[in-house]
């Protein structure tokens, strides 16, 4: 007889959608599954910027407990919230298939993007890549879910805020007041669901396998080895993005100053035939080009906060 899978969920509302998603898939191909909300230490906390707790995998945590004390089997995750690193005894089970990957800005009428203006975000990569291009606007910071969120900007006189579309297409919450924020280099992973299971949990590992999407899985493996190799976590302003068209793998990629006025950056192409490492070979070539010093500088400044 099968087991009951226990997936283990953030309770936001975004985080059920994604769990829901998995749990159906999973029943689709004949699983019984039941769900289990946790709330993490990052949706509890809601007064300090991200970077404040100095950790990475905030949100991601207190799943990681609940799986290692065996209270789930698996747990769901938008993948651009995971550290590079997983806990040991925990293993990637599948990799679903990515949604939009980029950046909106959710306003309340564009005219102030050539003066002055506030605009709402608890990401450095975000405020980075926005000061790079207006750097004549404030950055505020702004955490929660994302139902939380787009209230404090409707409740603030912020002129906007930066959201990733796949969180607001997910749950039907994409307002009609956006701008597609082509420019914007996105989250390694962002847009993609990571299912993950303990290593030696075969039967979970292989019901998951059946959910996996290689294409997605190849992208997002070379946006997240470019970011470890950069030791970028959540205290660094990096952006990366690989999609595939054919049989070629085209990779945009940038690390920013915290302030935006600095930006180096990579942009090529390989056959997917030779993906393996071209992540890393990216990191080291934006490392070269003044990317070490500036990570030197942006960890220190992100320390003196904390501090």
């Not at 906007?160 to 297409?169: D, K, N, R, V």
């Not at 280099?185 to 303990?198: D, E, R």
């Not at 035939?273 to 010093?293: D, I, M, P, T, Y």
Request: overall charge negative.
């Amino acid at each position: 007889m099968s087991k009951v899978i226990r997936i283990g969920t953030r309770d936001s509302e975004l985080a059920l959608w994604q769990a829901n998603a998995v749990k159906n898939a999973l029943e689709k191909l004949g699983h019984k599954t039941e769900l289990i909300p946790v709330k993490s230490q990052g949706d509890l906390v809601l007064d300090k910027p991200l970077y404040e707790f100095g950790i990475t995998g905030i949100f991601t945590k207190t799943l990681d407990v609940a799986m290692i004390t065996d209270q789930i089997d698996i747990a769901v995750h938008s993948m651009k919230d995971v550290p590079t690193a997983l806990p040991k005894g925990i293993v990637e089970a599948a990799i679903l298939k990515r949604a939009n990957t980029q950046d909106i800005l959710v306003h309340k009428g564009t005219d102030f993007l050539n003066e002055e203006g506030i605009v709402a975000t608890g990401s450095l990569r975000r405020q980075a890549q926005w000061l790079h291009k207006y750097p004549h606007h404030e950055i505020v910071d702004l955490r929660g879910n994302v139902n939380t969120r787009l209230q404090k900007l409707k409740d603030n006189n912020w002129n906007g805020a930066i959201f990733a579309a796949a969180g607001l297409e997910r749950i039907n919450l994409k307002p009609d007041s956006f701008i597609d924020l082509k420019w914007m280099i996105p989250a390694p992973a962002q847009g993609a669901m990571l299912v993950v299971a303990k290593e030696e949990d075969d039967f979970c590992r292989n019901a998951l396998s059946a959910l996996n999407h290689e294409a997605t899985a190849i992208c997002v493996h070379i946006e997240r080895e470019f970011l470890r190799v950069l030791e970028g976590g959540c205290t660094a302003p990096i952006g990366a993005l690989a999609t595939i068209e054919g049989e070629i793998i085209h990779f945009k990629a940038a690390l920013f100053s915290l302030d935006g006025q600095q930006r180096i950056g990579v942009e090529k192409e390989i056959p997917i035939s030779e993906h393996e490492s071209f992540g890393r070979a990216c990191a080291k070539e934006v490392l070269e080009a003044g990317g070490a010093e500036l990570m030197r500088e942006i960890k220190q400044a992100v320390n003196n906060t904390k501090g």
